[in-house]
């Protein structure tokens, strides 16, 4: 199960208790714009890598194109889930911060639905 799509929310609620103003669609589109960013660049990288390496499709494959194989499957992923899992670890909304925005922001709207 995705788990980016969960952790736009807190964002999300933050962003509005300091604008006012809730920007759904805007967080969303970043987040699929960054996805498919990731891919093409992922695609762009695989492409260059296997042609560097002397990949010849529907055949036997030499020494240098298997270790460019095996490392497109292990260490790019690695880099990229390390990268941002180091982005993750400087995300300071944790589940107490994100209660602390929720009460501050059904307050807000309480007293606006009041007046």
């Not at 460019?68 to 899992?85: I, K, Q, T």
Request: glycine share 10%; aromatic share 8%.
């Amino acid at each position: 199960r995705p788990v980016g799509p969960a952790t736009v929310s807190a964002p999300i609620d933050w962003d509005e208790l300091e604008t006012g103003e809730r920007k759904e669609g805007v967080y969303f589109a970043a987040w699929h714009l960054a996805e498919k960013l990731a891919l093409g660049v992922a695609a762009g990288v695989t492409g260059l890598a296997l042609a560097a390496s002397g990949f010849v499709p529907n055949q036997g494959q030499g020494a240098s194109a298997l270790l460019a194989m095996r490392l497109l499957l292990s260490f790019f992923p690695l880099a990229c889930f390390s990268a941002g899992a180091l982005l993750f670890a400087r995300f300071g909304l944790d589940r107490a911060a994100h209660a602390r925005v929720q009460r501050e922001l059904d307050a807000t709207r309480s007293c606006a639905a009041a007046a």
